[in-house]
């Protein structure tokens, strides 16, 4: 008994100094994250043209950690539940400032609600980033899944994303659309109630309805409703990549999850296998001149259908092979979109 009693604190023991280096690799992202976000050298262009946009979104869908590949499951998210949309878009949004865009002429934006193709619940959130647009001042959503042949391959419209978006996954058009800052990473879903718990104080609720909330304006583009965030909202609702005593923080490392199931509690526990740690440490050591070619992981054009070796770019798209993965919480992921 006594040599089980040693293991047991010993095990709770280990399980600390796990925790504690999880959370220091957490602050050490968020420093080099908020050293990116906040370089003063970065602070000039107030939009980016078509070719500095498509070079964008190229750095992305080739980039060694945030590129959507076989390896990059394998590593980052072996279950397939976490998905990465809101990697992708981080990644996005500091390549981005790496290449001199001012932080108001970069904003995220979020698709929340009963997301599904077909009759079955898949996914409870999407998000892409914003840049402006040197030609028109509109904003133009850099979204690495909107590959060939389905989609453009190319960065597109704001308004022309969320078409897309919902012609594939929001059919009804129930879904909301929420326009945040660029140091948004995900909304606050470390308590994730079913339906029979919600109580629409959470925006992650299907219950939750904005238009009823302080901070969440709404406003039509193109024809498009949606609502601007304030920062308090944000600071409320999501969870945030600034530094900050008001906002609950975004934790680089790991993710815990209370899912509530009728009068159950379900613990989750996600680890993020060093994505961000990685994803950020490149970006941060990025400069603009670097060659996107030097970048990619093999294959062919990125108009093709087998660019990454794996048939996730090509026409499956739409088929219900997007999700292939791990098992799926609540019989649905409620990550971002995992293409």
Known sequence: MGKFISLFIFSF????????????????????FL?????SDT????????KERQQLFDYVVHHKVAAITQENDAKYDPTGEIGYCYGRAMAVHLRARRMGLHPDAVKKLFIVGD???????EWRFHVTTLVKGTEDNAWYAVDPILLKPQFKGSPVLMTEWIRTIRSVWDKKGKA???????????PDIRIFPDSGNESGDRLI???????TKEGFTPITEGGIALFDVSAKAQEQYFLMGKESVDADQFNFSELNIDQLIGNDVKKKHYSYNGYFLDLVDDIRKSTYARNIQERRLGGTDPG?????????????IHGTEIHKGGPNLHSFRFFGARP
């Open 13 to 32: 023991f280990l399980l600390g100094i796990f925790s504690a280096a999880r959370a220091d690799d957490s602050e050490q992202v968020r420093g080099w």
């Open 35 to 39: 050293q990116v976000q906040t370089d």
């Open 43 to 50: 602070q000039s262009k107030k939009s980016l043209n078509k």
């Open 115 to 121: 997301l599904r193709q077909g009759p079955k619940p």
């Open 176 to 186: 909301f659309l929420y326009r945040v800052g660029p140091v948004t990473v995900v």
């Open 205 to 211: 609720e299907i219950k939750f309805k904005p238009s």
């Open 304 to 316: 093709g259908t087998e660019i990454h070796g794996t048939e996730i770019h090509g026409t499956e």
